[in-house]
């Protein structure tokens, strides 16, 4: 049975540092991808940041220079460190495994107070 697991969201004030972590377990198949996306109130889910097996990362223009995005491949985890938050960074955000398919995590609010 496949699981992801997502710590570490919450509230905080704009300026502050948030860290998510998502754990994945039961994936079978060689993992591809994790990342993260957000999803905002009327708004699309977005990429905020993925990660390669070969050590690729990729980031929404909106976030670069203040989030890093790293994995444990021995764990299969991943993990953000968000910086530098702003109020527009409020959002559900949700980790994305790829393997043979995609798996999701169940999403970890963050909030950003002006």
């Known amino acids: 049975q496949v699981q992801l697991v997502e710590s570490g969201g919450g509230l905080v004030q704009a300026g502050g540092s948030l860290r998510l972590s998502c754990a994945a377990s039961?994936?079978?198949?060689?993992?591809?991808?994790m990342g993260w996306y957000r999803q905002a109130p009327g708004k699309q889910r977005e990429l905020v940041a993925s990660?390669?097996?070969?050590?690729?990362?990729n980031y929404a223009d909106s976030v670069k220079g203040r989030f890093a995005i790293s994995r444990d491949n021995a764990k299969n985890t991943v993990y953000l460190q968000m910086n530098r938050l702003k109020p527009e960074d409020t959002a559900v955000y949700y980790c994305?495994?790829?393997?043979?398919?995609?798996?999701w995590g169940q999403g970890t609010q963050v909030t950003v107070s002006s």
């Open positions: 994305q495994v790829r393997s043979l398919v995609d798996y």
């Open positions: 039961g994936i079978i198949f060689g993992i591809r991808t």
């Open positions: 990660s390669s097996s070969g050590g690729s990362t």
